[in-house]
């Protein structure tokens, strides 16, 4: 048995990964000091955490997997952002992922904060074979409708693929796209290049409404990103509406400036 002290067991855990890790939990493991214990069981548990991720990981490439094996050469994720909000654009990312690459992180953009997207966002674009991001504005939003507008975003997405895809893995239900699609409800939170797709295409659309939120300081965009918070909504009673605003939603519909 080592005689390194408390600490240097410790800190030999905690900077361990892999093999070495699990070769050190083994080694720890009939310790009888208890912080020797303690360490051995934080580490047992982080190795239970790695497990279970890299699983979680493996799984959500299942589906693309497949496809290539049918034949279909670039798979794309496609999903959009901004559907809900009474600002701003309906924006929609398109993103094909290499085969065998997995990104530590990668998850549904709603259980990401802020910080993580952004950072999964910078992995996802340095690793991705292809990434397209598009807007469609909320007066082209107005005129379409929201069904059609999502489409255009996405088709205007997967435009910009090069090489183009051929064939998309969508969220939810099928949206009527020009290649194979497939669609998988809740295909953010269970398909790789799905999720990929929601985190670009929300950080993208973030960082435009912050961009835009100094032309129309009144609205707080940089804060709400265009969705009706109750301080969106009071900002809307106090001073109307403005050109981002999509004037085919409630209660952007009813402002007195309209016509």
């Known amino acids: 048995m080592r005689t390194s002290s408390v600490t240097a067991c410790r800190a030999e855990l905690s ?4 093999e070495e890790l699990r070769a050190l939990i083994a080694f720890y493991e009939e310790d009888p ?12 548990r982080r190795v239970e955490r790695e497990r279970a991720e890299a699983e979680r ?11 290539r094996a049918s034949g279909f050469a670039l798979v794309a994720g496609v999903d959009e952002v901004g559907r809900g909000a009474l600002a701003g654009p309906v924006s929609a990312a398109a993103v094909v992922l290499p085969a065998g690459v997995r990104i530590a992180g990668l998850d549904d953009s709603k259980r990401l904060t802020p910080d993580r997207r952004a950072v999964v966002a910078g992995r996802i674009r340095s690793e991705a074979v292809s990434v397209g991001v598009a ?12 069904t059609a507008a999502v489409r255009c975003a996405m088709e205007r997405a997967l435009a910009l693929l090069r090489p183009p895809a051929d064939h998309a893995i969508t969220d939810g239900l099928r ?12 295909g953010d939170a269970s398909i790789a290049a799905v999720a990929a797709a929601s985190v670009v295409a929300k950080v993208e659309r973030d960082a435009l409404m912050a961009s835009l939120a100094s032309h129309y300081p009144a ?4 804060v709400n990103k265009g969705y009706g918070t109750p301080e969106h909504l009071n900002a ?3 001073h109307g509406i403005c050109p981002l605003h999509r004037r085919s939603f409630a209660p952007c519909s009813e402002d ?3 016509f």
Do not use: C, N, Y
């Open 15 to 18: 900077r361990a990964t892999g």
């Open 33 to 44: 000091r208890s912080g020797v214990r303690d360490a051995v069981g934080a580490a047992v």
């Open 57 to 67: 990981l493996e799984r959500m490439h299942e589906l693309e997997d497949s496809l």
């Open 135 to 146: 807007h469609v504005p909320a007066h082209i939003a107005d005129a379409l409708g929201m």
């Open 175 to 186: 949206v009527g796209l020009p290649i194979p699609e497939t669609p998988v409800v809740k």
């Open 219 to 222: 609205w707080q965009f940089h």
């Open 236 to 238: 809307i009673a106090v």
């Open 256 to 258: 007195p400036t309209l």
